[in-house]
């Protein structure tokens, strides 16, 4: 009994265990029922909303493509519009040009009919021609030639007046166009590179502090002075003239070299033969650094690229080369930049003239080692180093020793007469000048009319007073262009000379 009694005991608690547990269950199925229905309706409420979403889109997405195919027809439209429009065009401009050339066609065959028409005419009429002279050398008696000289002689005759009047009206028209022209162009030229030069001569002065460092200088039994001069070539001249040395030598650079040398020499007060050919090397290796550097500095301020070292070099050397008191580099360069003006302002390529004006000159550092003119040895030494022919024919016509080839000769030429005659650009002996005045006016005094002449101006006008009752107006011109082409004839002088002729009548009476 207490056996069941516990069994019985036991057995309760299972059972509401047992239940407790199915109610949890049934509970938890329920729930479970309740979530995926609620997450089943969620879903189809999801799908719904998606399904909403994306219908809305693809409509609007329909109506934007619908307008770009829209703009996109209205385009070809317009399109094709203006391809039919332009295509109405071309078929009326080819039309027309086919009216055009069938037009020309039309016209050159009647101008071919009329030439032929026209060549015959004038076979007719040169047939006549020479009737005419037939008959007229039958009835006059005359030979052609003599025919020909008549009637050349009463043409003259006739026209005299004429001649005279056509002549001045050409030199006016000529004048007002081309001198003012060349004169604005020069002129331009000369004002913005005028500048003066100084005139070198063959000797060098040197100042010393006094009598003993002249001494130093001759040396001992002159040994000192000695060894200079045969060092660099040149003489030195002790006089007693006080605190001055002389250096003389033709050669400017070995004068140069030797000036600068003695200053060393000077400066440093150990004088003596092995110091002197110390120094006399040490300041020809910086002449030769000198000369390179001033080459290359005007080939650089003239922007003119190209030029072989060995010409860069003979440029260097002309800064120590005078010519007429004129110093032959910057010259050159004065040159150069005149002519590279002038072919600016005449449409020429500027670096060709100034490559030809810069070289112009170059024989003239090497003249006084090689024989011949300076045109012909700087001619040699542009085509021994490849330069264009152009400046090869500039260098060698520049003083019309050859024929000049090219507008780039005539304008180195140009530039040349100009830089060398332009006020304060060269020296010249009182002589030279009186005798060049003389025989200006010599010459202006030879010409039948001529009543006197006066130099001007440095002898760059001539102003020539005529007879008013033996030269009459028109006659004066014919006569100052003769006498300015006897001036081009007879005459060496640098630029131009301007010729002015004076004819006037004066009368003079007296109330008494």
């Known amino acids: ?13 299972l059972a509401i265990l047992f ?89 050159e065959k009647s101008l071919n009919k009329r030439a032929q028409m026209l060549e015959i005419r004038e076979q007719e009429v040169d047939q006549l021609v020479e009737q005419e002279k037939q008959v007229l050398f039958r009835v006059t008696e005359l030979s052609k030639d003599e025919a020909e000289k008549l009637l050349l002689q009463k043409l003259e005759k006739d026209f005299e007046h004429e001649k005279e009047t056509l002549i001045a009206r050409a030199v006016e028209r000529v004048n007002e166009v081309a001198e003012t022209r060349a004169r604005d162009i020069l002129a331009t030229s000369i004002q913005r590179l005028a500048s003066s030069y100084c005139q070198e001569i063959t000797t060098s002065t040197i100042e010393i502090p006094n009598d003993e460092m002249k001494g130093r200088v001759i040396g001992r039994e002159g040994r000192n002075i000695r060894a200079f001069e045969k060092a660099t070539g040149v003489d030195v001249i002790v006089d007693d003239t006080p605190g001055v040395i002389i250096i003389s030598c033709f050669d400017s650079i070995r004068r140069e070299m030797a000036r600068r040398a003695m200053e060393k020499l000077i400066a ?3 004088i003596h033969p092995a110091r002197i050919e110390e120094l006399v090397a ?26 072989h070292p060995k010409i860069i070099t003979l440029l260097g050397r ?20 005149l002519a590279g003006m002038i072919a600016g302002e005449l449409g020429l390529d500027v670096t060709l003239a100034r490559r030809c ?39 060698a016509a520049h003083h019309n020793d050859v024929p000049q080839e090219t507008i780039y000769a005539v304008l180195t030429q140009a530039a040349d007469a100009v830089s060398g005659s332009r006020p304060g650009a060269r020296g010249e002996t009182l002589e030279r000048y009186i005798k060049r005045l003389e025989k200006l006016e010599a010459l202006a005094l030879s010409f039948a ?9 440095a002898g760059r006008e001539i102003r020539v007073f005529v007879n008013s009752q033996k030269v009459t107006d028109k006659k004066a011109l014919k006569l100052c262009r003769d006498i300015a082409t006897e001036i081009e004839n007879q005459l060496t002088y640098p630029g131009e000379i301007r010729v002015t002729l004076l004819r006037e009548t004066r009368v003079v009476e007296y109330a008494r």
């Open 282 to 307: 040490q300041t020809k290796k910086e002449m030769n650094d000198l000369i390179q550097q001033e080459g290359k500095q005007i080939v650089y301020d003239l922007n003119i690229p190209g030029i």
């Open 318 to 337: 002309l800064k120590f080369r005078t010519s007429y008191g004129q110093n032959v580099l910057y010259h050159t360069k004065e040159c150069a930049q």
């Open 1 to 13: 009994m207490e056996y069941l009694i516990g069994a019985l005991g036991a057995a309760v608690p």
């Open 268 to 270: 440093d007060g150990r």
């Open 449 to 457: 009319g001529v009543k006197s002449a006066n130099a001007i101006q």
């Open 357 to 395: 004006a810069l070289l112009h000159d170059i024989g003239k550092a090497v003249d006084h080692e090689v024989e011949g003119g300076h045109p012909e040895i700087g001619a040699n030494i542009a085509r021994r180093y490849d330069e264009p022919a152009e400046v090869i024919n500039a260098i």
């Open 19 to 107: 239940i407790l547990y199915h109610q949890k269950t049934r509970k938890a199925h329920g729930t479970a029922e309740e979530i995926v229905s609620k997450a089943r309706s969620d879903a189809e409420d999801f799908r719904k909303e998606s399904q909403r979403v994306l219908e809305g889109e693809l409509t609007q997405r329909r109506g934007e493509f619908e307008k770009e195919l829209q703009i996109k027809r209205a385009e070809q439209q317009s399109q094709d519009l203006r391809l039919a429009k332009k295509e109405d065009g071309l078929d009326r401009k080819f039309d027309l040009l086919s009216k055009k050339e069938s037009y020309l066609e039309s016209k």
